[in-house]
């Protein structure tokens, strides 16, 4: 592995390695080390054990590694072996709050990829990171219906960014309609242990005050890196009331 390699790794910004989500920018409140042995072999060290990283939504992941340190021609101690990994196997279920958390921030990527589109931002690359801590694709297939669009589905990531910025030209983009404000109703949510699935009613706020509503059904699961993702998109125009 090179410096590059290891940059891609942590903030995924040289585009070097596309499976790259940046470990260190997945927004760490807290890391804390649990070493079970170091070894000292003079200039140089092993240490094994476990560190815990705090999610916004306070939560721990636990994580195993194992670290070579050495000291170099100047006497600082470096790291020259980085091996992490998650503990086997991952189970890890899935609250409400996640649930709740993860909806929020879905609809605030919404009304920020909007706010970047109307003040001349770089707003399709607000989305594609959007999209990439939002959903699965990384490691999971994604179910994806889209909704005021002449599109019947998106089949990979690459869709589901054209459905939201036009990046295609054939539909406006349905995040760049100058949403003022997103929120969800879940009408309910079933949990199955690591996934889970909701359905609700959505409200769009226009840059006019007008609340849209839309309908969802989300599907939810955990990634390797013990992460909430979606899997499931549906959403669809409210039908008019009769």
Avoid at 8 to 20: C, I, K, P, R
Avoid at 131 to 158: H, I, M, R
Wanted: hydrophobic content about 40%.
């Amino acid at each position: 592995s090179t410096f590059e390699d290891a940059l891609s790794y942590f903030v995924a910004t040289n585009g070097l390695h596309a499976e790259d989500t940046g470990f260190a920018i997945k927004g760490w409140k807290a890391v804390r080390w649990e070493n079970t042995g170091i070894n000292l072999f003079g200039d140089t060290a092993l240490a094994m054990g476990n560190y815990f990283f705090t999610t916004p939504e306070g939560e721990e992941v636990k994580v195993e590694y194992t670290f070579g340190y050495m000291l170099d021609a100047e006497g600082e101690v470096r790291i020259n072996l980085h091996h992490s990994s998650v503990p086997y196997p991952v189970s890890k279920i899935i609250t409400k709050r996640q649930i709740l958390a993860a909806q929020k921030a879905w609809g605030d990527a919404m009304v920020d990829i909007s706010s970047l589109h109307a003040s001349g931002g770089d707003y399709r690359e607000a989305a594609s990171n959007h999209l990439t801590k939002l959903y699965g694709y990384c490691s999971n297939a994604v179910l994806f219906k889209p909704a005021l669009t002449t599109t019947d589905f998106c089949f990979t990531f690459e869709d589901a960014l054209s459905h939201f910025v036009a990046t295609d030209g054939k539909d406006p983009g349905f995040a760049v309609r100058g949403w003022k404000e997103v929120r969800c109703e879940n009408t309910g949510v079933n949990f199955h242990g690591s996934t889970a699935t909701a359905m609700g009613n959505c409200f769009f706020t226009t840059p006019e005050g007008k609340e849209v509503r839309m309908e969802y059904t989300f599907g939810y699961f955990v990634n390797p890196e013990g992460e909430l993702r979606i899997n499931l998109h549906h959403i669809s125009a409210a039908s008019a009331s009769a």
